[in-house]
């Protein structure tokens, strides 16, 4: 999705980002990074916006999807 200025951080220029979820053991790790934000719109101690412009390699964005992908599904097992 497209986020204005200043909507995910203060000073922070408009990008394209993906909100995922992150692992709880990470979470504040990948807050430290520059460009990865606390998720826009989503629970903001679950959630993270990683922008998608050119500021990460592909691969590194890949993992952190999969990383989501099994944080949720870890959590949907444990609700069956």
Known sequence: MNVEDNKLAPKAKGRTVINLKADKSIFDALLCEENIFPGWHMNKK???SVS???YFPDEYVFSLVDMSYET???LNSKKK
Do not use: E, F, P, Y
Request: glycine share 0%; no cysteine; net charge neutral.
């Open 46 to 48: 679950a959630w993270i």
């Open 52 to 54: 998608l412009s050119d």
């Open 72 to 74: 949720i599904r870890n």
